[in-house]
C-alpha cells in the first residue's frame, strides 16, 4: 500500500534558525512528489514538483530535493512569514486519475 | 483571474439533509477533484474527474455524489447518507497532463447543526 509520511508533524523555529521538514514515501512507481504550503482556513498553495531522485527545487528561501525514498524541504533563514503548514503528496502509478497521496502535513511556526 | 471559485466558504447541515457545494475553475483545465480535510489527517480522496459527463470514486466516496456536466464545474453533494460530515472540503483541478501540479480552491467548511 503506498503511503506519505511526513515528520516533525509541528516545528517551531525561531526567525533565521534554518531547519528542514521530511517526507518518506513508499508508493510503486513514483510519478512525481509534489510539496504544497497550506494557511488556516485557506486551500494548498502548490510549491514544487519533483520527479526523479537528485533532482532540487529552489524558490526564495525554500528548497526541495528528492531522493528515492524521501524528500527534504529545506528552510533557510525562515521569517514569521513562512508560517504554516507543508504538505507532501506523491504521484504513483497505482493512483488512477493523476490522484494524489497526501501526507499528514508538517505545521511550521516561526517566530521573531 | 484565473482561479477555481469553492463556495459556500461556509455551509451547516441539519439531521436528513442534502448540501451541494460549489466548484467552479476558469483554468481550462481537464481533470477536477473532490477532497476531504479532517484535523491530523490528510486530504482524502472523495472523487475525481477526467473529462465532461464522467466521474470515478475515490477513496472514501461512500454518502457523496458529484456531477460534471460543464468542463468548469463539478458540484459536491453531501448526502444524509454521509453520517460524519463535518470537515473541510477542497477542490482541485490540473490540465489533464500527468506531470502538472493540482491547484486548489479555498474550501468550504461543512458544519452539523
Known amino acids: 500500500e503506498d503511503q506519505v509520511t511526513q515528520s516533525p508533524e509541528a516545528l517551531r523555529l525561531q526567525e533565521g534558525e534554518s531547519s528542514s521538514l521530511n517526507c518518506s514515501y513508499t508508493?510503486?512507481?513514483?510519478?512525481?512528489l509534489f510539496w504544497y504550503r497550506q494557511d488556516p482556513g485557506k486551500g494548498p498553495e502548490f510549491l514544487f514538483t519533483?520527479?526523479?531522485a537528485g533532482e532540487e527545487k529552489e524558490k526564495e528561501r525554500l528548497k526541495a530535493t528528492l531522493t528515492k525514498k524521501e524528500s527534504f524541504l529545506h528552510i533557510t533563514a525562515p521569517k514569521p512569514e513562512d508560517s504554516a503548514t507543508y504538505l507532501c503528496?506523491?504521484?504513483?502509478?497505482?493512483?488512477?486519475?493523476?490522484?494524489?497521496?497526501f501526507g499528514k502535513g508538517t505545521s511550521l511556526l516561526v517566530t521573531p | 483571474d484565473g482561479g477555481i471559485t469553492q463556495s459556500p466558504k461556509y455551509l451547516f447541515r441539519k439531521e436528513g439533509q442534502n448540501v451541494t457545494l460549489s466548484c467552479e475553475q476558469n483554468l481550462n483545465h481537464d481533470a477536477m477533484y473532490w477532497y476531504r480535510q479532517d484535523p491530523g489527517q490528510g486530504l482524502r480522496l472523495i472523487y475525481y474527474s477526467q473529462i465532461v459527463n464522467d466521474f470515478q470514486k475515490g477513496d472514501i466516496a461512500e454518502g457523496y455524489s458529484v456531477s460534471r456536466e460543464k468542463k468548469e464545474s463539478f458540484p459536491l453533494t453531501v448526502t444524509s447518507a454521509q453520517k460524519n460530515p463535518t470537515a473541510f472540503y477542497l477542490c482541485?483541478?490540473?490540465?489533464?497532463?500527468?506531470?502538472?501540479?493540482?491547484?486548489f480552491g479555498d474550501g468550504t467548511r461543512l458544519s452539523i447543526l
Open positions: 519533483l520527479y526523479s
Open positions: 503528496a506523491v504521484q504513483a502509478n497505482s493512483n488512477s486519475g493523476y490522484a494524489l497521496n
Open positions: 508508493v510503486s512507481g513514483l510519478r512525481g
Open positions: 482541485a483541478s490540473k490540465i489533464g497532463h500527468i506531470n502538472q501540479p493540482q491547484h
